[in-house]
């Protein structure tokens, strides 16, 4: 399986968590981190363009508080049990981190919806396409960890 920088994945558990933590985990906080205050900034320099991105910023919000929550239970819990080979019923962690996807997944498609697929206007400035072209950034990496995950990793564990 390759990630979106064409890079295949470590196929050895250990490595392929390092590059979920380090290619997936940082790069989201740090992402989230720049496009937070970009959101707010232009929903409020554009409040009056029907057009503008109204909301975003709480859905961006929103989305980094679920993921934020989700990559500290993988880190400090389902992470190092799958390090140390795996533990008895570590089917119920992952099918809690299968539906918290989900709920990403979702998200995604709430913030696609809410801005147009993306589509910055015509008009707009500058601000405005960073932001889309940071968040369809953001969105793609997370939708690559999100598969990563759920194809490569977790049914290394799963039983059934």
């Known amino acids: 399986m390759r990630d979106l920088d064409g ?3 470590p196929q050895e558990t250990d490595a392929l968590i390092d590059h979920i ?3 997936y985990h940082a790069v989201h906080r740090s ?3 720049g496009l937070l205050p970009l959101a707010e900034r232009v ?4 409040a009056d363009d029907p057009q503008a991105p109204h909301g975003l910023a709480q859905a ?12 500290a239970k993988e880190e400090a819990i389902l992470f190092p049990a799958m390090r140390a080979g795996g533990m008895q019923g570590i089917d119920h962690p992952i099918a809690m981190m299968r539906a918290d996807h989900d709920e990403h997944a979702a998200c995604i498609a709430r913030i696609r919806a809410l801005t147009g697929n993306l589509t910055a206007p015509a008009h707009a400035c500058g601000s405005w396409r960073a932001l889309y072209a940071g968040t369809e950034k953001m969105l793609d990496d997370l ?13 290394r564990f799963e039983r059934g």
């Open 7 to 9: 890079n295949t994945a």
């Open 21 to 23: 933590q380090t290619r």
């Open 31 to 33: 992402d989230l981190a």
């Open 43 to 46: 929903e409020q320099v554009h």
């Open 60 to 71: 961006l919000m929103t989305l980094r508080r679920e993921m934020e929550d989700h990559m």
């Open 143 to 155: 939708a690559a960890h999100m598969a990563l995950e759920n194809d490569l990793l977790f049914p």
